[in-house]
DNA sequence: AGTGCGTTTGTAGAATTACACAAACGCACT
DNA sequence: AGTGCGTTTGTGTAATTCTACAAACGCACT
């Protein structure tokens, strides 16, 4: 087993790409090395001939680390302590996912992480020595990491100017878009759908950071671009092709949103997609698809709060073309008008009663629960309300009819 | 107590008006006397000094005789006896409508029904000499009908050349039209809609005389207008000041639809109305929806065969829009489709089983009636349904999207 | 304070609906 | 003929909803 003089730095040479420098340290550390860039894809491992865990070889073969390795890092509170930490940090052995004893250090510039550096312990485990010279690696990749962050975000730069492009119908046709994403030697993935996030606050460069890194670990969508504006983020992601799970898009901002809030406190995060389409030129009619979910969202949180897609707004996709229709008709629902009239001299709730029925699917209890009335006096504001709006709550027309107008209603 | 002999006819001079025949009448009967024309509007009355019966004092005050009693004239089955007989028929006194014992004849000529001539029988009931006499009175009556026929025929010419510019919109501007149904000394009669009745078979003239009957008898609603193509009636009707009644007109279409068929063997007709407005202007829109109805009427018989107005539409008002809106997205229900295809897979009935479903409100019971089926064997199919199509019933907004979009693939 | 009206809550039995399970059927496939 | 799958029907029980009725409450009006 060699042994480095802990006042020589071994790393102190250049290296002319990632491969030697990983090579070098496991040379030095004697044991299996994996460089890895902040967002976890695969950046160079070393070719030890010795054992390797399951972590290792997955994240080899898909060059990057799976996501359930990374969700798991997270809720073991490993990545944020790596973050944090500017020592090599030890890793025990987390089963479930193959994960061996291994120690661990991020890669740190003074703009934020830039990568980490795996070193598995198979037999033995690192010295305090050898945990110094692992920081003196991790020095050495930072300078070779920084270059590449450079180029990497050039690149980026010019994604975005074709994303928006797209997006704004600026480029109509299949194949020029097409023509123009090759150019970029990008993946072609479709069928697509463009999903956007709106928050609350602005986006900081720290929090587009935890964007970025979000964007790129997820492993249930490919995501193809990504811009961000002062309050949004829009995506074009597309399903991939292991997963034929028509929600995979859903899921992903489902996950996108928790993640967002548990991982770095970013909060009051609102998602939404368009639908998936297989062609680029209607990667902008997803657009605003999308769109029409946020605006929808923002209007009727409690109704379709736990909506993403346009495709599951249902009845809420037509309220736009419904209330023009209304307006054209000249229309206003004679029963709720005298609903409302009744309302305002009883001072009852009928309105409000009579539409938390129907948002309950005409189930009494769920409906009481949710008014805080017992459910005698739900049935008995019914009865009221069909002797008074002279309507029969067992017609299904009838009641879509009154459920849309009293949705309509809210929306002026 | 005059006698006039039989050989000679009391009533061959000529009278300068109807008022002094019926006088003429009353005073060789010794009764009084009431001539109205073939649709029960008052023509002349006796003022013959005795009693006279209720039935006979509405009639006068209304100048019409009132539809309760043209219902049960027609329910004993007096009018059609009335319209059969060469000679006076004796009607026995109906208590609940005020009507006495009386004779009556109808005034007939080649053409048809002219009119009818009632006599009261208050202290004493009419000889056979009487009865001959009074079938005299009804051909001088005749001769002075025919004159007035004629004039009232060119009249209503006017009238329907009026109407149809208005219905086409020819005529615009509400003042405008308002004037010119002035000049035709019509009553105003404010807010109208547009009522439309279908015909399966050609509109014969015999029918026409039916409609026509049927239209000035009827007391529910105030005809402005009426017209008559091959297979259509429209009318323009109005609500008396007094029914406040809303469902007025919803009710003259039923009683005309269901009148003309067990009065005059006419059935297979279709109505609808378009709202009610208070201008003249938009009764061109009233036409509009009237036909908006009977054409969804005509594609959904089950879902609004018992519906007639445009606001009883409920949401099949918006199919039209729904429709288009649809296909500019062009939207898909994923949900349908793979039941469809399912269906056609397997040879089941699913998709047929959600619409009743839903038709039925959701009602297990009713539905599994509708259906021919066990209510398990519907559980069953909906346990299935949910798992296929990746649904949730207890939603209203999925259910409402699932019945609309059922209906809209009816449409295509 | 009393009265009347509309509203709310409670109780209890009847009616419906939900659910689990077993049996049998039809049909395609071998 | 046997096997397996999906479907249909029947049974029994638990859960829920409907219904009617009684009691009490809040509030305006007198």
């Known amino acids: 087993m060699n042994h480095y003089p802990l006042n020589k730095d071994p790393f102190k040479e250049t290296f002319g790409s990632l491969e030697n420098l990983v090579d070098k340290i496991s040379d030095v550390l004697q044991c299996p090395v994996t460089i890895e860039d902040a967002n976890h894809r695969l950046l160079a491992y070393s070719s030890h001939e010795g054992q390797s865990d399951k972590a290792r070889v997955d994240t080899i073969i898909a060059r990057r680390v799976p996501e359930k390795v990374i969700n798991s890092l997270w809720r073991a509170g490993i990545i944020p302590k790596l973050n944090q930490s500017n020592d090599p940090v030890r890793i ?9 004893d291994r120690v661990a250090t991020a890669i740190v510039s003074k703009n934020g992480i830039l990568g980490y550096i795996w070193v598995l312990e198979i037999d033995k485990r690192l010295s305090e020595e050898q945990f110094s010279l692992l920081k003196q690696a991790a020095q050495t990749a930072k300078n070779q990491l920084l270059q590449v962050q450079v180029r990497k975000k050039k690149k980026q ?43 609350k606050d602005e986006i900081t460069p720290k929090i587009e950071s935890h964007i970025s890194y979000m964007v790129t670990t ?7 671009f990504f811009v961000i504006s002062r309050h949004e983020l829009i995506l074009l992601g597309s399903p991939l092709q292991g997963s034929e799970d028509k929600s995979a898009t859903v899921n992903f901002i489902e996950d996108f949103i928790s993640q967002m809030g548990k991982r770095f406190k970013v909060n009051n995060i609102q998602g939404a997609c368009g639908s998936s389409y297989d062609t680029y030129e209607k990667v902008e009619k997803s657009y605003h698809e999308a769109i029409t979910v946020l605006n929808i969202k923002n209007q009727f949180p409690q109704e379709v709060g736990d909506t993403y897609s346009y495709q599951q707004l249902g009845i809420y996709r037509y309220l736009e073309v ?40 005409s189930n009494v209890n769920d409906a009481a629960k949710e008014l805080h009335i017992h459910t005698n006096t739900l049935i008995y504001r019914l009865k009221r309300i069909v002797e008074i709006a002279d309507i029969d709550l067992k017609n299904p027309n009838q009641k879509m009819t009154l459920y849309l107008d009293i949705k309509l209603n809210k929306l002026i």
Chains 1, 2 share one sequence.
């Open 92 to 100: 025990s052995e987390i089963n479930d996912i193959g994960l061996g």
């Open 157 to 199: 730069e010019g994604h975005q100017e074709l994303f928006w492009q797209i997006l704004t119908g600026h480029l109509k046709s299949h194949e020029e878009i097409k023509e123009k994403i090759e150019q970029f030697g990008l993946p072609p993935s479709l069928p697509a759908s463009v999903i956007i996030f709106q928050f």
């Open 218 to 224: 997820t492993q249930q969508l490919r995501i193809t």
């Open 322 to 361: 419904l209330l023009k229709k209304k307006q054209e008709d000249g229309y206003e629902n004679a029963t709720l008008k005298k609903l409302g009239e009744y309302d305002g001299i009883n001072k009852t709730q009928l309105l409000e009663t009579l539409e938390i029925y129907l948002n309950n699917d």
